[in-house]
């Protein structure tokens, strides 16, 4: 469990929250913050398992500032399951994909706060933060029906969510794109729906100026050439209903 400022000015400050899966089973989930000012936000804050060392950590980041927003990239439990205890302790608003708008309070959640969980439409938002805003930008099918990534113009950083995931290996940082790709090819290869949707991404990624791509699991990419390497792969790469054959097995 770890504290990383990926971006910092006076006034502005990104921050990852390193692994609080504590190993197990479980896949290693990242969770973000920016903080803008006195205004928060925390990104696919995670389920039950991590809730109180997340919900911790994030009180020791804000410091003064206080939480108003929650984005949820899209409906996995990795993502979603704890969204409950978080709105039911703050004041925040959770944001996802008017698709999973209905689906997401079978995690639990109570009727005090469902008019706090606010859908975001398929086209995206600029959502305010502070003194400035956030994009939310659509990713749909990458791997989610409803997906989206958030962009932060000030730290010039992608929140891309599952896409650039890895699992696998012992760092926190991209330095090495060829000897990356065992972690992430087979991740992306299933995980992802099609190479149609990742040459619409890479088209909308390489339209932002992007000085780091930071995934929900695994390591991130920093700097103009291994962000690019991690575009030009995507965009090159079959996947999904790509590999499917003529027909399914039938067992046995």
């Known amino acids: 469990m770890s504290q990383k400022v990926l971006f910092e000015s006076d006034t502005h400050r990104n921050v990852l929250l390193e692994d609080f899966s504590s190993g197990g089973l479980a896949v290693q989930a990242n969770q973000h913050m920016i903080i803008d000012g006195k205004v928060g936000m925390i990104l696919d804050p995670g389920g039950h398992k991590v809730y109180s060392k997340v919900m911790a950590a994030s009180r020791q980041v804000l410091g003064p500032a206080r939480l108003e927003i929650l984005f949820l990239s899209h409906q996995d439990p990795d993502i979603v399951a704890a969204v409950n205890g978080w709105l039911m302790t703050t004041d925040a608003k959770a944001y996802v994909s008017n698709l999973w708008v209905r689906f997401v309070p079978h995690f639990g959640l109570d009727h005090l706060v469902e008019s706090r969980l606010v859908g975001i439409p398929d086209e995206g938002m600029k959502l305010p933060l502070g003194g400035g805003h956030v994009l939310v930008i659509p ?22 969510g599952d896409l650039g995931a890895s699992i696998g290996h012992g760092y926190d940082e ?3 794109f060829a000897a990356h790709l065992p972690f992430i090819e087979g991740f992306h290869k299933r995980y992802m ?7 619409a991404w890479a088209k909308t990624a390489r339209a932002l100026d992007i ?3 930071a995934p929900q699991h695994g390591a991130f990419f920093r700097g103009k050439e291994l962000v690019g390497k991690f575009i030009d792969w995507c965009e090159r790469l079959e996947c999904g209903v790509d590999l499917i054959g003529d027909s399914y097995a039938v067992p046995g």
């Open 139 to 160: 990713a749909h099918f990458l791997h989610s029906a409803g997906n989206f990534q958030i962009y932060d113009p000030k730290a010039k950083i992608l929140y891309s």
């Open 193 to 199: 729906a099609s190479g149609r949707a990742l040459r």
């Open 211 to 213: 000085e780091i791509i």
């Open 174 to 176: 991209v330095t090495d």
